[in-house]
């Protein structure tokens, strides 16, 4: 899938504790994105990445943090994680203009009880 | 928001039949892309067409833009099987294509 790898596949844990889910790629791209898809809402953008250190919030970031250090990591932390935050979470990576299409990891499915 | 709408939500057709999925978006665009999904997959791009552009094929599919009614089409014509998906629309904004804005997306079931 493009090289690109989200990790964990699968987590449950519990209201209030936090999660970090990541995502890797190997295509040296500059932009990176999470999505959260939820039935009835489609994907929608949480935070994304431009570059390594510079992020900027989607339309739901609310309760969610993210960082990326280097080109190739971008993370996605819950600080302290709500049942409204379970979900399947997807990365994205973008090469940048003029290619704008985006290239998805598998997802990570994360259930907060 | 400039979140693309599908229409259908959920569309059921016959192999062999072509299939149609609607998209309306609210703001000006720089481009429009749509997607495939398929069950418990990550999306994958299908194709891209630019506001400047009206039609685009690409070989079973085919996208319109009508960026007057703010909407666009994606028809798959003569439909097998394997189409079977969630197809879904997204959008960027004029001020660039940081933020992709995705449609809640048309389920594509095609029955043999």
């Known amino acids: 899938d493009a090289g690109i790898t989200q990790s964990p596949r699968h987590k449950v844990t519990e209201t209030g504790t936090p999660v970090t889910l990541r995502c890797h790629q190997t295509e040296n791209h500059r932009y990176m994105y999470w999505y959260r898809q939820d039935p009835g809402h489609g994907l929608r953008l949480i935070h994304y990445s431009y570059g390594v250190k510079d992020t900027d919030k989607g339309e739901v970031s609310d309760g969610y943090s993210v960082s990326r250090s280097k080109t190739e990591d971008f993370l996605l932390t819950l600080e302290s994680a709500t049942s409204s935050q379970t979900s399947v979470y997807f990365c994205?990576?973008?090469?940048?203009?003029?290619?704008?299409?985006?290239?998805f990891g598998s997802g990570t499915q994360l259930s907060v009880l | 928001s400039q979140q693309g709408e599908e229409d259908p939500q959920a569309l059921s057709i016959q192999e062999g039949e072509n299939a149609t999925m609607n998209c309306s978006y609210k703001?000006?665009?720089?481009?429009l892309q749509w997607y495939r999904q398929n069950s418990g997959r990550g999306l994958v791009h299908l194709i891209l067409i630019r506001s400047n552009e009206r039609e685009k094929h690409s070989g079973r599919l085919r996208v319109t833009l009508d960026t007057s009614k703010k909407s666009s089409s994606l028809l798959i014509t003569a439909s097998r099987a394997a189409d079977t998906a969630s197809y879904f629309c997204?959008?960027?904004?004029?001020?660039?294509?940081?933020?992709?804005?995705f449609g809640q997306g048309t389920r594509l079931t095609i029955n043999p």
């Open positions: 703001t000006s665009i720089n481009n």
């Open positions: 997204a959008t960027d904004g004029i001020q660039g294509a940081q933020k992709l804005v």
């Open positions: 994205a990576i973008r090469s940048g203009q003029p290619n704008e299409k985006l290239f």
